[in-house]
Structure formats: C-alpha cells, structure tokens
C-alpha cells in the first residue's frame, strides 16, 4: 500500500528560526519527491521537487531525500509569519504515470 | 487569468442530486487530474487522464465519473451525491511524470 506519512501539527516555531518539516513513505521505488505549500482555503503550490539523495536548496528552502531511510524533509530558514500555511508532501510513485501520493500535511505557524 | 480554472467555485446541493464540476486549462497540458480533500487526508486521487482517449481511475473512484471533452476541459461527475462527498475538490494538470501539477483554485462542495 502506497503511504506518505507527516506529523499533523500544528509545528510552531518563533520568526527567524528554522521550520524542519519530515515526510516518511513506503515504497522504495519512488523516484520523484515535491512539496507543496497550500495557504488556507486555496490550491496547493509547488515549493520545491527532489529526485536525487542528499540536499537541493533554493533560497530560504532546502529540501532533503534520504532514499535508504525513505525520507524527505523541508527545512525553511529564516521563518516568517507568511510562510505560515499547510505543507504537504507528495511522492510519485509510478514513474510512467506521475500518479502522486500526498501526505495529509502539516500545518506550520511562524509567530512574530 | 488564470491557467487552470474550476467551475462552480462553490456548490451547495442535496442528497440524490446530480453534479457536475468543471475543469479548464490553457496551460496545454495532456495529463489532467481531479483530487478530492478532506481536513487531515490530504489530496486523494479520483481520477485521470492523459489524453481525450485515455482515462484512468485514481484510488477512490467510487461513486464518480469523468469525461474529457478536449485536451483542455476535464469534468468531474457525481452521480447521485451522498453527503460524505462533501469535500473540496482540485482539478491538476501537467505536460510531463517528472514536472509539477498545476492546480486549479478548487470547488468547495457540501451535500446535505
């Protein structure tokens, strides 16, 4: 069975700290891993995608893919009150279909 | 205006009813996807497409159908809604397996 695991939340964490966001999955065959960023009552939008083991970083976000432990992580630096919002971690996988699988997210609060 | 729009952005309807949700796109996307999401569940697929001729059935396809008018418009159908359809819906697209889906602003249905 096909699983994307991330702890509910709420995660709050003062301005200017670091947010560290952890998803776990099940299948070992996954290939493509994204997070999303979805605000209250609106649509997800992609923050960063990772295919490859070790650290991808853009900007404030890095993202990190440990394939042997089957996890991935969201670490923003420098937190601010409008990187609040619900972060939900999605896997692919079935590499010919880009069927993904999302997590049920976690809802972050940076507190001013 | 945007690239992938939903209609109706709101529907409120009665058990038994026949609805009909509709999807757009002018991203010239082939790949189209329609998800539902629940508080905690994150988004789960109901069903997709890769082309006009080409529709597949996500992981909770019960109680729903779909058709593809053209490569940009994909609806989404229920039948006879029951009030556990309750939810808000996205419909996605993407050009490629490996690239980020594309959502639309979502429709917010209840069924009483």
């Known amino acids: 069975q096909k699983e994307v695991e991330q702890n509910s939340g709420p995660l709050s964490v003062p301005e200017g700290a670091i947010a560290s966001l952890n998803c776990t999955y099940s299948?070992?065959?996954?290939?493509?891993f994204f997070w999303y960023r979805q605000y209250s009552g609106k649509s997800p939008e992609l923050i960063m995608f990772i295919y490859s083991n070790g650290d991808k970083e853009d900007g404030r976000f890095t993202a990190q893919l440990n394939k042997a432990s089957q996890y991935v992580s969201l670490l923003i630096r420098d937190s601010q009150p409008s990187d609040s919002a619900t972060y939900l971690c999605a896997v692919e996988y079935n590499n010919a279909g880009n069927m993904l699988t999302f997590g049920g997210g976690t809802r972050l609060m940076v507190k001013p | 205006d945007a690239d992938v729009t939903q209609t109706p952005r709101n529907r409120i309807t009665k058990t038994g009813k026949r609805i009909m949700l509709e999807c757009s796109q002018t991203k010239g996307h082939d790949r189209m996807y329609w998800y539902r999401q629940d508080p905690g569940l994150g988004l789960r697929l109901i069903y997709y497409s890769f082309d006009v001729k080409d529709i597949n059935k996500g992981e909770i396809s019960d109680g729903y159908s779909v058709s593809r008018q053209a490569q940009a418009k994909f609806s989404l159908s229920l039948e006879s809604a029951i009030p556990n359809q309750t939810a808000l819906y996205f419909c996605?697209?993407?050009?490629?397996?490996?690239?980020?889906?594309?959502f639309g602003p979502g429709t917010r249905l209840t069924v009483l």
């Open positions: 299948d070992r065959g996954s290939q493509s």
């Open positions: 996605a697209t993407s050009d490629s397996p490996y690239n980020e889906q594309f």
